[in-house]
Structure formats: C-alpha cells, structure tokens
C-alpha cells in the first residue's frame, strides 16, 4: 500500500483536471484532520463512497437521527461529488470527513481520531486494514446493503484467503439477495452473521418538489415525447453519450420533436458532453442556463442533485453505465417513477433488481444504439405499452421495499450490543 502512494497521488492529479475538487482536502486521504479532536466518542460511521451511496445511506440516518437525537454519526466518503451530497442533504446533522486510503498508519489515526463503536460500509465495500484494525480495536463492523457480482465473486477467489480474513471479522452482513449471500459465505463470511434484506435502493422517496417542476416544465413542451438518457458513462475512450447521440439521430427520422435529456453521471464531463452534442450538429440548451427549452434538440441536464426533476420529463429512460462496461447506474429510480426502462447488457451494479424488472416486462435490454433507436420508437409509437410497463416497474418496486427498515434492525442491534 505505501509503495502504491505516487500512483494515487498522480490519480488525484489526472482525476483533478476534470474536477479540481480532487486537488482539496488531501490532508484527509492520509487521515490528518483539521480542528480540535471531539472529546465524544462517535457512535457510528458510515462510509458511503460516493453520491449512489450517500442517497442509499440518507434514509437509514434520518431514522437513526430521529429515534435518538443524540447519537453521534460520521459518514465518510471517497469522491468530492459524494461529500457534496453529505453536506447538501444533511448539513450539521452529521460530521462528514473523507474516509483515508487504506493504509495501517493512516486507519490508526482515523479510528484514534474518530473512535466509532459501530462501522457501517455500504454494499461492496471491503478494506483490508480498515477491517483488520476495526477488528483489532473491538469496532463493530456490518457490511450494509450488501451485493457481490459473479465478476467481484470471481475476483475475490483468487486472493480468496484475504478475502476469508476480511469477511470473517465482519459482525452483521445484511445481503441484497440470497445469491449475494452465497456468493459471500462461499468466500468465508460466517453463515450466522448473514441475512437477506434486499436493496435499500427500492426504498428511495421521490423527490416530489423536483417531479413538480418536471410536469411543469414538460407542459410548456406542448406534447413532445421525452427520451432522458440518464447517467451516461465513459470508460477507456468507449463514451456512452456518442451511442445515444447516433440512437437519437435516427429516432428522429420517425419522431422529429423528440427531446434527449442528457444526463452525465460525472460532472467534470458536462463541457466534453456539451462539445459532443454540438460537434453532431444537434441544438442544446444547458440546465444550468436556466433558459427555456424552446425548439432545442437536446436538453443538458449539467446540474447535481436533479435527476428526479430529468426523470419527471421522461415519456421513456435510458438508463446509463449499460451501453459500456461498467455496470449500469439506478434502474430502481425510472421504474418507481413509473417510467419504461432501457439498458444495455451491462447490468451487473443491479443485477436482482433487473431480474425482477426484466421478469415484470418493466425493463428492455438492447446491445446497441440501432438497437436503442429501434425499441425507443417502438415505445414511444404505442402509448398502451409504454404506460404499462411503467406500471410494472412501479409495481416491483412497491413488491421489493422494506430493505430499509432491515438493515436499520440490524445496525440498531450492534450499537446496543456494542
């Protein structure tokens, strides 16, 4: 790990020409932190790396927060954006610090500096000295909301005997799916300390403020349909946003008033989409203008924190992360929404969840932008579909809640064993 220490910094760099955000607070990456060392031991840390599982935390906190109001909670993270939302959505509620890379002298002086009675890390979360040392240091450990791919499945296996001294220490395992949870007893999580929740992720509150102002915004659109491509990735030169831009142009030769709402997952993309869309020859207009939409081609949604606004828009979503390798972003937030979904092959992030979507007729895979084209304007040409497989997805999700309440049991049941 020390050895590793001029690649992460030159990763800090490079990552920083997008977004200087990652140029600040590297004092904490090594776990030197500014101010005076609270004298109040913290109760509980969350780590959530970034925005996916901040929202996936924020529940579980609210409730912790109201049931005892005095209960003192660290959430940590990894990316800037992450900390972003930590401060957004929940202020001075809580403390918010990033959590330092995973070296033993580094670790030592966060749990020394913080002092948690219970950790929580959130679905795939696994740091070998963080740990080991919580282990050590009598933590409490739960690895909440947990999934584990057949790929990180895989993956574990061939250093399957530090993965068997991670999982061993681990005193709760809430798992997401019954093959989650054998996938991580194979690997040596003790049985006994594994349960089934299923996703937090069923259990997201629409932001009905944002859904709002969507079905506002969408009127003054006098009937267009609306394709919102959300959370569009790019990974070793293979950009997802040039896939849906060629799907996009050939709808239009079927359905020439059709909106594109581009949503890219990444913020320090936004100026390399927009340049992108420009250079095809599309009209956009930028969110973060704050203009009207007008007779734009494509709508950037450039903004953090709005996608349920985006989602409000859709008449059909395009779920990103999906169409490049990298394992697509939320399917559960279109289809709670009532919204048809389409991915790609690439489904491995939510692997139960687009089972259940795919077994409901809620959700279409496609393998291509011609493909993307093809099923998009087959929806939108038939309304009766479309509405019904919104219901579908609504209904899944409905099936599928309670994960929330679960996990609360049973991080609820550490602090007052701890």
């Known amino acids: 790990m020390y050895l590793s220490t001029p690649l992460l910094l030159l990763r800090l760099l490079w990552r920083s020409l997008r977004s200087p955000a990652y140029l600040q607070r590297w004092s904490e990456r090594f776990a030197f932190y500014s101010g005076s060392k609270k004298e109040n031991r913290t109760s509980l840390v969350f780590h959530a790396v970034s925005v996916g599982e901040v929202h996936a935390v924020i529940p579980l906190i609210s409730h912790l927060l109201v049931d005892d109001c005095d209960l003192q909670i660290l959430v940590t993270t990894s990316t800037p954006t992450g900390s972003a939302r930590v401060s957004e959505l929940l202020g001075d509620k809580v403390q918010h610090v990033y959590l330092p890379y995973d070296y033993p002298g580094a670790i030592s002086r966060f749990l020394g500096r913080f002092q948690p009675t219970v950790l929580v890390m959130m679905e795939t979360e696994l740091w070998p000295n963080l740990i080991h040392q919580c282990a050590n240091t009598k933590v409490s450990l739960v690895l909440a909301n947990a999934r584990l791919s057949e790929k990180s499945f895989l993956s574990y296996g061939k250093i399957s005997g530090l993965a068997r001294q991670m999982l061993q220490h681990l005193n709760a395992v809430s798992a997401q799916s019954e093959k989650d949870a054998q996938r991580l007893e194979a690997l040596g999580c003790p049985g006994e300390v594994i349960s089934v929740s299923g996703s937090m992720k069923f259990d997201m509150a629409i932001n009905h403020e944002q859904t709002e102002r969507a079905l506002a915004d969408k009127r003054a659109l006098n009937g267009r349909p609306v394709l919102v491509a959300a959370s569009t990735r790019a990974v070793d030169g293979n950009l997802e ?88 972003q939320n399917i559960i937030e279109p289809a709670a929404m009532g919204i048809p979904v389409v991915t790609g092959p690439s489904l491995f992030n939510f692997k139960s969840a687009s089972d259940a979507l795919l077994a409901a007729k809620a959700m279409r895979v496609v393998n291509s932008d011609s493909e993307l084209a093809s099923v998009v304007t087959d929806l939108l040409g038939d309304n009766e579909n479309r509405l019904a497989m919104g219901q579908a997805g609504r209904e899944v999700v409905l099936e599928n809640q309670g994960a929330t309440d679960r996990n609360l049991a049973v991080i609820k049941n550490l602090l007052e064993t701890s």
């Open 241 to 328: 946003e040039e896939k849906v831009i060629a799907a996009f142009r050939q709808i239009l030769l079927r359905q020439s008033d059709l909106l594109l709402v581009l949503v890219p997952r990444h913020p320090e993309r936004f100026d390399e989409v927009r340049a992108m869309v420009e250079k095809s020859g599309l009209s956009l207009v930028r969110r973060s203008d704050e203009q009207a939409v007008g007779n734009s081609q494509v709508l950037l949604g450039d903004s953090m924190g709005e996608m349920h606004y985006y989602l409000g828009l859709a008449d059909v979503a395009f779920v990103g992360g999906s169409l490049v390798p990298t394992g697509c």
